[in-house]
T-cell receptor
Framework: NAGVTQTPKFRILKIGQSMTLQCTQD?????MYWYRQDPGMGLKLIYY???????DKGEVPNGYNVSRSTTEDFPLRLELAAPSQTSVYFC?????????????FGPGTRLTVT | GENVEQHPSTLSVQEGDSAVIKCTYS??????FPWYKQELGKRPQLIID?????GEKKDQRIAVTLNKTAKHFSLHITETQPEDSAVYFC??????????????FGKGTKLSVIP
């Protein structure tokens, strides 16, 4: 299994541009998450999904959108990028049908908005 | 919502000494408390977790304790080694088996083990 994969690894955006961060997992996990990690800070939840077709807002959803058309994919869309969205973005997934609740993280996408 | 406070923000110890990181949480309904280790430039990885029906859990040099009454939990690393140097995050969650399952993270502790 590749686990949780994310693309791209790095990206520089100009203010006002848009982009989609891709996240794919091949573990048949039902729950998926998007976090952002600012320097020296913990992870903050942007959006999450409990299954295909179901998404919900986390703590910091403004400026982002998500979709979950399949179990495997959970893309994060940034519209009208702003400098405040400069961060490292992590996707994670978990299978809630087992006794362990471990969230598996992807390698992250480092985004800079200038 | 849940709020998790983590202390200290930085911690330096001599190789072989013990390290303790403490976290408090606000929601008494939270029932799952994982600890993640993040090396520089890498993804967070789970190192140990504990559920609210257990007071302590050990895995080799790592242990976690939970005090539900006081709403705090701690990570203990014994016989520290240079490869333990990383940022450690605590987190808290309410998992009910149905509906959402969200982790709220502390801000992290940067542990440096001095050889």
């Amino acid at each position: 299994n590749a686990g949780v994969t994310q693309t791209p690894k790095f990206r520089i955006l100009k203010i006002g541009q848009s982009m989609t961060l891709q996240c794919t997992q091949d573990m048949n996990h039902n729950y998926m998450y998007w976090y952002r990690q600012d320097p020296g800070m913990g992870l903050k939840l942007i959006y999450y999904s409990v299954g295909a077709g179901i998404t919900d807002k986390g703590e910091v959803p403004n400026g982002y959108n998500v979709s979950r058309s399949t179990t495997e994919d959970f893309p994060l869309r940034l519209e009208l990028a702003a400098p405040s969205q400069t961060s490292v973005y992590f996707c994670a997934s978990v299978y809630t049908g087992t006794p362990t609740y471990e969230q598996y993280f992807g390698p992250g996408t480092r985004l800079t908005v200038t | 919502g849940e709020n998790v406070e983590q202390h200290p923000s930085t911690l330096s110890v001599q190789e072989g000494d013990s390290a303790v990181i403490k976290c408090t949480y606000s929601d008494s309904a939270s029932n799952y408390f994982p600890w993640y280790k993040q090396e520089l430039g890498k993804r967070p990885q789970l190192i140990i977790d504990i559920r609210s029906n257990v007071g302590e859990k050990k895995d080799q040099r790592i242990a976690v304790t939970l005090n539900k009454t006081a709403k705090h939990f701690s990570l203990h690393i014994t016989e520290t080694q240079p490869e333990d140097s990383a940022v450690y995050f605590c987190a808290a969650s309410l998992y009910s088996g149905a509906g959402s399952y969200q982790l709220t993270f502390g801000k992290g502790t940067k542990l440096s083990v001095i050889p």
